[in-house]
């Protein structure tokens, strides 16, 4: 079954795609949307095209940290073959882990995009998830938001943190993952 979805707000939040990338569960927004676009094109196309093309299109509106391209274009490959009903390498599981927990309000988008310019500028390898379903958000337990989670901690809830303090909670939490 085909969905056909009018509104380009609505359909970036229904076209949320989890996947594993090395360590790394993250969460990617149009990844649907892109297999589908280049899914006839690039067949039969080598796996570096592939992961070209995914990239891309995936970069504009997603945290992929320049250190992690490799990695990121392999499970962006992976996902595709598994689109397409092609063998593909299962992934395996990881470290650093960040949630950013709001409905998508200008607070919450503030909020997002501030963690992605710390994690771009600290070029540090992590999953990021943006979750704005308000049942998934309820069932965190929290009333207030925007919120912050880093590795299973809640660093905030009902504020935006600055650039500095979201840095200085990244260094503690890979200073934490590493030992």
Known sequence: MILILPEASFMSQQDYTRIRVEDFEVGLMGLKSAIEAIASTHRDKPDEEIQQALLDRL?????????????????????????????????????????????????????????????????????????TDVVEIAGHGFMRMPALIINDKVVCQGSIPSAKQIREWLTEASAAADR
């Not at 970069?59 to 092609?86: D, M």
């Not at 299962?90 to 960040?98: M, N, P, Y």
């Not at 949630?99 to 998508?104: F, N, R, S, T």
């Open 59 to 131: 970069r504009k509106k997603n945290y992929i940290p320049t250190s992690s391209l490799g990695a990121y274009g392999k499970a962006l490959v992976r996902e595709f073959r598994k689109h397409l009903g092609q063998p593909y390498e299962e992934a395996v599981q990881g470290a650093l882990r960040i949630k950013a927990l709001g409905p998508g309000c200008s607070l919450c988008d503030h909020m997002v995009q501030t963690v992605i310019g710390v994690l771009n500028s600290m070029d540090l390898p992590a999953s990021f998830e943006h979750i």
